[in-house]
DNA sequence: TTGCTCAACTTGTTGGTACAAGCTGATGCA
DNA sequence: TGCATCAGCTTGTACCAACAAGTTGAGCAA
């Protein structure tokens, strides 16, 4: 039916690769250098089917290889599109400076400095502390805790998710623990109406690829991970909350400063 | 020969996902319930394909779906096996302490000290500095600069990449740029044996799929994504070095400490 | 016992087919 | 003109078949 070793046999060491690979390297290469620039649509199926001369089942596997390496992504009857990443970038060493409170959200705060337009929908929820969080918080797994969960959009486009976990001992020495809309405003901004100063910061990073629920809600296809951001703020006594943030992983680049830098640092790279 | 339209009307909004999907899910569930705990094989793929009176590709595709998301890898003759992801956190904002330079490579003692067993690799070169290092290094991009490239593993498990560029004025410095064995022992004690401090550092955090150099290197499959570290040592003039770590994301973890910790958070969670 | 071969498993690759389902523009009717 | 329909494109899902190639263990030969 079809015979793999002829084609093997002169194929003179450039490559051993199976035609999938073969089909998703040229793609990537010409994604690379421009050929198909960002937005741009790639040929469909039966186009490349012929191109590379190959069943549409194998140009499928290529194509599903650069789906997963976050390249492309393909929408049925659309056809296969590249990937653009501008990346926004966040200074964690900066952000809600402890030194220099926001007046008001820091996440909005960014964005619109960047020339972009924030947009996000909150919800503020009793709750009890997961495991990972009440680690984190000194605080037994399953006490009850305030989660104030935050979806955030750049430009319309699904950005990240911040769910932030408050101990039960902080959220009752406020009168009002019953009103959602005190801690909407900010954790900064909440913590200094408790009267609570924050005078630093445990900073965890991880990442991984996406769960189907992170997926939905990021709007992300396979291939793309996701970066995790854990924030445990202290007052002087004890932690004080707990901040995880789920950014899309093609889409953001975290930064921290630490120690001095040299005057001329001031323009940081891009 | 086949009817999937008798098959969807039954289904009763239980699960309008493809049969692929429910092999995944089935299987992730599974997993994630210890039915197969880390390190274990799965069924084969004949046996799944049975279990779900799906076919094998559809099975195929289902298990791909989670070699995608990094819980199974697979390997010819072997069969499926749940990865196992232990990981190894990096206190950045403590390594290479700059009050304490460390006596000695700080890679090789953070591991010891968690009671696991460095290995890794050197290569020192003369080269030319990527756009990317050259923007921080605040040289002209095709500047010569050395390059220390260091492969380093854990239990003999590939665990990152190092790539570390020095600026040509810093390099010749120093009476001895053609030994490669002063660069081997280390950053700090280099950049001490130069007469330079590192007085601040730039670190720059970001995720993406590994390149298939850097699955081929990190010997991971797809679905596991690496954790790119920038930082950019400045001395009280100007930027001095530029170090890009390539770490596998299912291994390792990083940590900042930023302000005040209360007394009680030195044992953080681990 | 040692060591080799080989059968019988495993996954990897590639081809084929069929139909479902989403999108778009042309066509034609009101 | 306006709108509904549909043909013709796209990708998505699902099946089948065949052979390549890696791994393992049984069993035979030295």
């Known amino acids: 039916m079809y015979q793999q070793v002829a084609r093997v046999r002169h194929d ?6 199976p035609k999938y690979r073969q089909v998703a390297d040229a793609l990537r290469r010409e994604i690379d250098n421009g050929t198909y620039a960002p937005g741009a649509r790639l040929p469909s199926e ?4 012929a191109r590379f001369d190959a069943s549409r089942n194998t140009v499928r596997s290529g194509l599903n290889l650069l789906v997963t390496e976050g390249l492309i992504s393909s929408s049925q009857g659309l056809g296969y599109e590249v990937r653009s990443h501008e990346v926004f ?10 030194d220099l409170p926001q007046n008001g959200d820091a996440y909005s705060t960014d964005v619109t400095a960047a020339g972009r337009r924030p947009h996000q929908t909150f919800r503020v929820e009793l709750t009890t502390a997961p495991e990972y969080v009440a680690e984190r918080l ?7 805790a305030v989660l104030r969960f935050c979806h955030r959009f750049v430009d319309d486009v699904p950005w990240s998710t911040q769910a932030t976990h408050y101990p039960e001992w ?10 959602p809309g005190d801690i909407a405003e900010g954790t900064t901004r ?3 109406s408790l009267g609570i100063e924050q005078i630093g910061y445990f900073d965890e990073i991880a990442t991984r690829m996406p769960t189907p629920e992170e997926a939905r809600l990021l709007e992300i296809g396979a291939g793309v ?12 006594e004890r932690p004080i909350r707990c901040t995880i943030t ?12 630490i120690g001095e830098l040299s005057a001329r640092s001031e323009n940081e790279p891009q």
């Open 190 to 192: 909440y913590l200094a």
């Open 170 to 179: 902080l959220v009752t020495k406020g009168p009002r623990l019953t009103e």
């Open 12 to 17: 003179e060491g450039m490559s051993k690769q």
């Open 225 to 236: 991970p996701v970066l995790l951001w854990t924030r445990t703020g202290f007052s002087d």
């Open 89 to 98: 970038v966040l200074n964690a060493s900066r952000f809600e400076n402890l």
């Open 246 to 257: 789920t950014f899309r992983g093609d889409l953001n680049r975290m930064n921290y400063e």
């Open 138 to 144: 000194k605080v037994e797994a399953g006490d009850t």
């Open 46 to 49: 039966s186009e490349l089917s």
